[in-house]
T-cell receptor, first 115, second 110 residues
Framework: KAGVTQTPRYLIKTRGQQVTLSCSPI?????VSWYQQTPGQGLQFLFE???????NKGNFPGRFSGRQFSNSRSEMNVSTLELGDSALYLC??????????????FGSGTRLTVV | QKEVEQNSGPLSVPEGAIASLNCTYS??????FFWYRQYSGKSPELIMS????GDKEDGRFTAQLNKASQYVSLLIRDSQPSDSATYLC??????????FGSGTQLTVLP
């Protein structure tokens, strides 16, 4: 059974640019969540999507956005990149409604470096 | 703000010893708790989940939960060098997300 797939694995962008990251959840998982991980802040919740609807959003500026498609694949976009956006971005999927039972399965992450 | 706090590391134990990792949480509404292991440069991997007060054992790992004290712990028996990683404690709440602690870095010395 395929895991959570994130692309690309690594990205280098320049300040002011925008970036789009992609995530394909485990087959059958309809809930996709995104986290930002940095050494100083740890894992910070960005947002969660279920059946193409954003159900929950963390405390990040509006430059961070996302969406989910009908096949449960998700993308997140960061516009007007800042140096502080350099981080590991993790996508996690779970069976919808069963987070309490199964937790998340994480993808390998996208390492974004902003220069 | 609902938080999950982990005992500050790093933690070093000799091979074969018991490693004890601790976590407290502030949201009394949290129902489920998870321990993730994260190797350097890799993504978090779920190793244990616990929902009820008491102990839950899985191989060399034992998770302990005390909801009255808002305390979760993970014991790793017969620690191996391959257990060297950062261990993340996470709690679920009403917001349909997991809140993570900052992690405890464990080193098992051969």
């Amino acid at each position: 059974k395929a895991g959570v797939t994130q692309t690309p694995r690594y990205l280098i962008k320049t300040r002011g640019q925008q970036v789009t990251l992609s995530c394909s959840p485990i087959s059958g998982h309809r809930s996709v969540s995104w986290y930002q991980q940095t050494p100083g802040q740890g894992l910070q919740f960005l947002f969660e999507y279920f059946s193409e609807t954003q159900r929950n959003k963390g405390n990040f500026p509006g430059r961070f956005s996302g969406r989910q498609f009908s096949n449960s694949r998700s993308e997140m976009n960061v516009s007007t990149l800042e140096l502080g956006d350099s981080a590991l971005y993790l996508c996690a999927s779970t069976l919808g409604g069963f987070l309490d039972l199964y937790g998340y399965t994480f993808g390998s992450g996208t390492r974004l470096t902003v220069v | 703000q609902k938080e999950v706090e982990q005992n500050s590391g790093p933690l070093s134990v000799p091979e074969g010893a018991i490693a004890s990792l601790n976590c407290t949480y502030s949201d009394r509404g949290s129902q489920s708790f998870f321990w993730y292991r994260q190797y350097s440069g890799k993504s978090p991997e779920l190793i244990m989940s616990i929902y009820s007060n008491g102990d839950k054992e899985d191989g060399r790992f034992t998770a302990q939960l005390n909801k009255a004290s808002q305390y979760v712990s993970l014991l790793i028996r017969d620690s191996q060098p391959s257990d060297s990683a950062t261990y993340l404690c996470a709690a679920s709440g009403s917001a349909r997300q997991l809140t993570f602690g900052s992690g405890t870095q464990l080193t098992v010395l051969p």
